[in-house]
């Protein structure tokens, strides 16, 4: 069997997949963070532009993709699926194991599928700037290569763990015209509120988001843009999982297990979804969904399904999620684009009715197996997406110990090229596994608001 499974670029997808359309009972609407009432389409406007919103509440099961959008896309995609032939010799394994692999695009992660639409969204309006967090710099570096390309303004306000862990991440977004800096930082009310309190703290997304709103919602020219959570970007992120269903059927492949890491789901929902819907149709009823989050931050295996703002500071509107607290924060782990409180409503939603599984893992159990992956594939890949490996690999031992030949797909969402001194932390047995106290999870969680 091929090794490698490409698509012709006329093959790119035309629609992305709305699972909204498809849900068994429809989405929690998001609340306003004030009157604690649903939103409507005019409460975003000063952030967002009016296509993003639309495509935010839509129930329709699939949206065009405008020919702009696709012929950028084309720079890189569609991505190549892998047979993994040397990962399933090195565990002598009877499963077949197949990766969808997002780190050949230009800032080297999945990102940019729903960056150039929100970019070129944003252009459409008028809009001259953009505002946004990032965790461990893939969201950041890809908007900034998006902004680019429409000639327009990027702030990225980074996370400030990982701006120190991940210093060229910082230099490709300054490369492609972005001005970064570290969050909390002294340019919002909210990063001096939070430097106020706790000068030395790693920071979070929570923070960063809370700092990157307020700058939208005070410059009339600049937009705010985020790369995970919300469902318009894992709507664009479908394109990943319908890619991927279109390379199978070109090698006679039915997908039995679907793994992705999930930070605040993008990645995840990218690949899944798709896949979900055949779940959700009785075309592949039994295929298995899979959410691996880190042990230091575990919305999904230990967290509440409840209304929480999507930032520290309450700027956000209240999403029904699976939520750690939106203060939380958590330790300055090497994932830092898996450091995030809550979790998307969809993914939290589809979780929530049983039609995705989770499981949480350690820093060094996920660096061992992006090593394993390494030395027989070939990629270094992202700490984040090290952590879909670690379960993949956990599942084709389970494969070896019954006998049975399952066929695992899994997203290799980036690579690990601007993350060696993770690798080097690791080598040098300096990673430290952190699982987060339920007694500080409960702590956070009476911080809840209250939603009638």
Same mark, same amino acid.
């Given at each position: 069997m091929d090794t490698k499974i490409i698509l012709d670029e006329n093959e790119l997808p035309k629609k992305w997949y709305n699972i909204q359309a498809d849900l068994k009972t429809p989405l929690e609407p998001?609340?306003?963070?004030?009157?604690?009432?649903?939103?409507?389409?005019?409460?975003l406007e000063p952030i967002f532009p009016k296509e993003l919103i639309k495509q935010e509440m839509s129930q329709e099961r699939y949206i065009d993709i405008p020919s702009e959008i696709r012929d950028i896309l084309t720079l890189w995609r569609p991505s190549p699926l892998f047979r993994a032939h040397r990962l399933e010799k090195l565990l002598k394994t009877p499963a077949k194991i197949f990766y969808k692999y997002e780190g050949v695009s230009p800032p080297g992660s999945h990102k940019p599928n729903t960056a150039i639409a929100q970019a070129y969204y944003n252009m459409k309006e008028g809009i001259e700037r953009i505002a946004t967090e990032t965790g461990a710099g893939q969201w950041?570096?890809?908007?900034?290569?998006?902004?680019?390309?429409?000639?327009?303004?990027?702030?990225?306000?980074?996370?400030?763990?990982?701006?120190?862990?991940?210093?060229? /991440?910082?230099?490709?977004?300054?490369?492609?015209?972005?001005?970064?800096?570290?969050?909390?930082?002294?340019?919002?009310?909210?990063? /001096?509120?939070?430097?106020?309190?706790?000068?030395?703290?790693?920071?979070?997304?929570?923070?960063?988001?809370?700092e990157a709103v307020e700058d939208a919602a005070?410059?009339?020219?600049t937009n705010y843009s985020l790369g995970s959570v919300l469902n318009h970007v894992c709507l664009h992120q479908t394109i990943i999982g319908l890619e991927t269903q279109k390379q199978l059927e070109m090698v006679d492949e039915t997908a039995d297990v679907v793994i992705a890491s999930a930070g605040g789901g993008s990645?995840?929902?990218?690949?899944?979804?798709?896949?979900?819907?055949?779940?959700?149709?009785?075309?592949?009823?039994?295929?298995?969904?899979?959410?691996v989050e880190p042990s230091a931050c575990p919305s999904l295996t230990k967290g509440l399904y409840a209304?929480?703002?999507?930032?520290?500071?309450?700027?956000?509107?209240l999403l029904k999620m699976f939520t750690l607290g939106h203060d939380f924060i958590p330790p300055s782990i090497h994932a830092g684009g898996l450091r995030y409180h809550g979790m998307a409503p969809l993914i939290s939603k589809l979780h929530a009715d049983n039609l995705i599984?989770?499981?949480?893992?350690?820093?060094?159990?996920?660096?061992?197996?992006?090593?394993?992956?390494a030395r027989s594939e070939g990629i270094i890949p992202a700490p984040e997406s090290a952590h879909a490996i670690r379960a993949v690999i956990d599942k084709a031992i389970e494969c070896k110990k019954s006998g049975e030949s399952k066929t695992i797909i899994f997203n290799n969402s980036g690579h690990g090229h601007f993350d060696l001194s993770s690798y080097e932390a690791y080598f040098s047995g300096s990673l430290v596994d952190y699982e987060y106290p339920a007694d500080l999870i409960a702590e956070s969680l009476k911080n809840l608001p209250i939603v009638a």
């Open positions: 998001p609340m306003h963070p004030q009157t604690k009432k649903p939103l409507c389409s005019a409460d950041g570096s890809s908007l900034a290569f998006a902004t680019q390309l429409f000639d327009m303004e990027c702030k990225v306000y980074m996370v400030r763990g990982s701006y120190d862990q991940k210093p060229y /991440r910082k230099m490709m977004m300054q490369t492609w015209g972005a001005s970064c800096v570290p969050s909390p930082s002294p340019d919002t009310n909210a990063g /001096r509120t939070i430097l106020e309190k706790n000068p030395d703290t790693p920071g979070s997304l929570g923070i960063a988001i809370s005070t410059h009339s020219n990645n995840c929902a990218g690949i899944c979804f798709p896949f979900i819907k055949d779940k959700i149709d009785g075309k592949n009823p039994d295929i298995e969904i899979l959410a209304y929480d703002f999507g930032d520290v500071a309450g700027l956000t509107p599984s989770s499981t949480s893992v350690y820093q060094n159990e996920v660096f061992e197996a992006a090593v394993m992956f």
